[in-house]
Every structure is written in C-alpha cells, then in structure tokens.
C-alpha cells in the first residue's frame, strides 16, 4: 500500500509540475489521414467531375482583372460571359502553386507547418452575437469580445491559431470595423491571425498598419502573420465581384489567402454529398487559377467547406454527421492534390456549451482531423450554427481539440513502446501491477492526455469537491484570464504610432496599457 501511495504522490507531483514542450502528448501539426472516407475509385470520380466543372459550367460574373489575368493563364472567356478554365491550365495552376505552406505568427514559436497531412484548429466564424452563459442569454457582439476572445485563445495550447469570431457591432463604419477587427485578434495574440474585409480599399489600409507592427513592408513580407479569409466564390459557381479585389490586393500585398467556397448542400450546392464536395473543389481550384495569374506561388490555402442544410427547414446544421463527412472527404482530395488545406468542422447548433455542443463539436472536428485537414477552422467556440461564439467555450473546446489531437497522433509502435521487459519484470516479480514502474512514470505524460475540464473524479471526491459544474469552472477561467492576461508582443511605440495613423476603437486601457 506504501508503494501506491508514493506512486500516486509521484505522479500527482509530476502532473502539477509545468509539461516541457518535447514530452508534451500532442504537438500543432499532428500527422492525419488515418480516415479516408473516399475509395480510390471515388476519388477518380469526384476528380474528374472537379475538372469536367471547371472546363464545361466555369464561372459567371468575373471581374475585368480576373478575366484578363486568367485568360492570359490560359482560361476561355465564353459568349455566354462564364469564364471557362480548361483542365491543362488546372493542372499547371497546381504545379505553380505553394504546396509546402507557413502560416507565421507574430511570436515563430506558433508558425504553423501546412505541409502534408498536418494537423492544426483555429478559430472562425462571423457570429453577430456572443453566446453568454454566464448570464444566460445573447447579445450583440462587440470589439471587446473580439479582443477578449484572442486573448482566451492565447492561452489555449490546442487552438494553434486565431480567426475572427465575430463581428464588432459596436463599430458601424465599415472600414473602421475592418480595420479594428484585425487589430483587436493582432493584439490579443500573437498566434497566427486570419480576418475579412469588405472592400479593397480596407485591405489597403490594414496593410499599412501591418506593415507598421511588423517592423516595416519587407519584414511583414518575410513573416506575414495575417492571412485573408475571402468568400471570392457565391455558389454555385459564380464569383463575388468585391471579394475578388479584396483577394487581388491581399496577393498583391504579400498576405496569405483562404480561398474560401462555403456552399451549404441541399441550397447552394447539390443534395448529393459527392456532387457537393466536386462543387466546393472546382470552386476553390478556380480561385487558385486566378490567384497564381497574379502571382505564381502566392501562399494560399483551399477552403473547400460545403456546409450542410437540415432539409427538412432548410436551416444551416453545422453540427450534423454529415458535416464531418463532407470535410473529411474535401481533406482527403486535399491530401491526393497535395496542397494546403482548410475546412471547417466544429461549429454546433446548440446555443450553449451542453451535451449537445460537446458531441457534435467531438464528432466533426475529430472527422476532419483524422482525415488531415491542414487547418481545421470554427473548431472552437461557435454556437447556433454560427450565429453565437462564447468565449467560455472556447476553454471546454480547448480540452475536446487536445482529445482529438492525441487521437490523431495514434500509437508508436517500437521495441520501447512494446514494453516487453516491463512485462516480465512486473510478471515474474510478483508485484502484478504497473502502477509504480519507472516507465509508468515516463510516459504518463508524453502517451496521455489530460482534461484541464474534464471531471474524472469518483462520485465521492466530486461530492466531497462542492459537485463543481464543468461550465462554471470554465467562467472563473474566463473571469481569471481576462483580469491578468494581456498580450504585450506589440510594444507600446508601435501602438502608439498606429493609434497616431488609423481609427483605433479600443482605448489603451481596454488593452491593459496605461
């Protein structure tokens, strides 16, 4: 008994103490692929398709610039005025293209390697209203909360990098919300940020100021650490004329880009799972043929992320069964095209952090991670399909993504992780149990995960504990993160001058400066 309880003692001491990032059980950019829920011959199948799209429907509503670049890449502008991309000048789109792609964070410590089957989560979403437990209700969503919610997401090991989560409603020009978006999330964090923009000329304007937090131009081209998130496409197959200056400007301006086709099947894409995910493809290759005529090799990620409708209301389900399968199927053409790759799985059509959250958020994060999707975007935080993100979510979800990290991981197989010696040493000692063993100890962290949330408690201990609730630890997690952690990677010099050149909407307190 004296031997179980040093043992429990060791391993409690040992759990307590701060992880070094080599034993830590999962690491950003976890190998998948493990799920490949297309046979080969589907995968021929929906390629082609892909292609037949491309060469024979094209695109409508093409704007003068991408016309001519595109067709000068080889692309056939049609009488009927739909731009017509032949499957030769798909093809060598593709082999121009950035394959082995890093997105840079402010601090490189979270550069995110896009290569291969590469795992990582990130934020995402447009919700208009913030998900608020606390208070048991919903409101409209403000700079603030953009801020406060890249500040949370700073402090969560397994969300590698933050995209907007809402929509700063307290700001109504739209330039100035554009412009403060993406300072509120560079401010917050210094992971990786991705944003929106609703003209070029904003994209203009927040180039200028990035340009000053990095240090100057040829340093923000060196390590860009934004990136934009562009809807160039309105399914089915037709471009956003804005959006496509938006995009062009990005390019131009040395800023990464997720090509983004956000279909929802059923309405904007077909029904048929297969046909939707060719759609979102063919859509998201049309968007990097126009990008690599401006620019060969400009970094971009394909977004391809059909979302599902309940076809019974015709309602947005982002937490269905279905919706993890689609994104699991784009990924696996996303490992067979080799390119960097991004979908969106995670977001739930429960209002609150509950059961339902939990599982759906589970189910489809862990059926895209397993499948390798490079980036996972609206992985954390986003309720009522999109409408609502809850900061205290994004803490519980911070504890889901680590579990589906660590199943990703899968299992090493090798002469030490087959513990032969342990075996018979424990066997034949007479001790019957490996709860006290040197290499329980050594790997207690590096092979498992454990829940910063998660109650695993007996009934008793928990009893004994008050009956904590997981939600209301999450909220004094919240409360305790938002009173003391303030980002400072941005000196005090540089806010200064951007607070000297640009319509910053939060005041330097607000941010924890004097």
């Not at 892909?50 to 094209?58: D, Y």
């Not at 593709?94 to 990130?122: E, I, T, W, Y």
């Not at 301006?253 to 059923?266: D, E, N």
């Not at 401006?294 to 309602?315: C, H, K, Q, Y």
Request: charged residues 20%.
């Amino acid at each position: 008994m004296a031997r179980q309880s040093g043992g429990r003692k060791a391993r409690r001491a040992l759990r307590s103490a701060p992880l070094a990032d080599a034993l830590k059980p999962v690491h950003p950019g976890e190998a998948g692929g493990q799920f490949r829920p297309l046979k080969a011959a589907d995968v021929e199948a929906i390629n082609a398709n892909v292609f037949r799209i491309l060469e024979q429907v094209g695109f409508g509503d093409a704007t003068p610039h991408c016309i001519e670049t595109c067709t000068s890449a080889g692309a056939v502008l049609g009488d009927d005025g739909r731009l017509r991309m032949p499957r030769a000048v798909v093809e060598n789109t593709m082999k121009l293209a950035r394959h082995n792609l890093v997105l840079h964070g402010q601090d490189p410590a979270h550069d995110l390697d896009l290569s291969g089957s590469k795992v990582h989560f990130a934020t995402a979403g447009a919700a208009v209203m913030v998900a608020d437990p606390e208070n048991n209700l919903y409101r409209e969503s403000t700079a603030q909360d953009l801020y406060d919610m890249a500040r949370i997401t700073d402090t969560c090991d397994h969300i590698h990098m933050f995209q907007r989560t809402c929509v700063l409603r307290d700001i109504t020009d739209n330039y100035e919300m554009d412009l403060n978006t993406t300072y509120c999330a560079v401010m917050g964090t210094s992971k990786h940020v991705g944003s929106s923009w609703t003209e070029a000329v904003h994209v203009e304007k927040t180039l200028e100021m990035l340009y000053l937090i990095a240090g100057g131009e040829a340093a923000w081209r060196a390590r860009p650490f934004v990136s934009q998130s562009n809807c160039f496409v309105v399914p089915p197959m037709k471009f956003a004329q804005e959006s496509l200056e938006c995009l062009r400007v990005a390019v131009e301006g040395g800023m990464p880009v997720l090509l983004l086709s956000a279909g929802q099947a059923g309405a904007t894409t077909p029904a048929c799972l297969a046909a939707a995910v060719s759609q979102a493809w063919a859509e998201c290759l049309g968007g990097l043929v126009y990008v690599n005529a401006i620019e060969p090799g400009a970094p971009a990620i394909l977004g391809a992320w059909p979302f599902v409708s309940d076809l019974r209301t015709g309602a947005m389900s982002g937490g269905s069964p279905e919706q993890g399968l689609l994104s699991a199927a784009c990924a696996q053409m996303g490992n067979v095209y080799d390119l960097p790759f991004g979908t969106a799985c995670g977001m739930t059509d429960s209002k609150f952090p509950d059961f339902q959250a939990g599982a759906e958020r589970a189910a489809t994060t862990l059926a895209a991670a397993l499948s390798g999707a490079n980036i996972v975007y609206e992985s954390a935080g986003m309720y009522a399909s999109l409408l609502g993100a809850c900061p205290e979510s994004l803490l519980l979800d911070n504890d889901v993504l680590g579990a589906a990290l660590r199943v990703t991981r899968g299992i090493e197989v090798n002469a030490e992780t087959l513990s032969f010696d342990e075996i018979e040493q424990v066997c034949t000692s007479g001790e019957g149990h490996y709860l006290g063993s040197d290499k329980t100890l050594k790997v207690m962290q590096s092979e498992y995960i454990y829940p910063d949330f998660g109650d695993r408690s007996s009934p008793n201990v928990w009893e004994e504990s008050g009956k904590p609730i997981m939600l209301q630890k999450a909220i004094e997690k919240k409360r305790s993160i938002l009173a003391g952690h303030f980002p400072n990677h941005v000196s005090d010099s540089t806010d200064y001058e951007v607070r000297a050149k640009f319509p910053i909407f939060l005041s330097r307190e607000a941010i924890g400066r004097n």
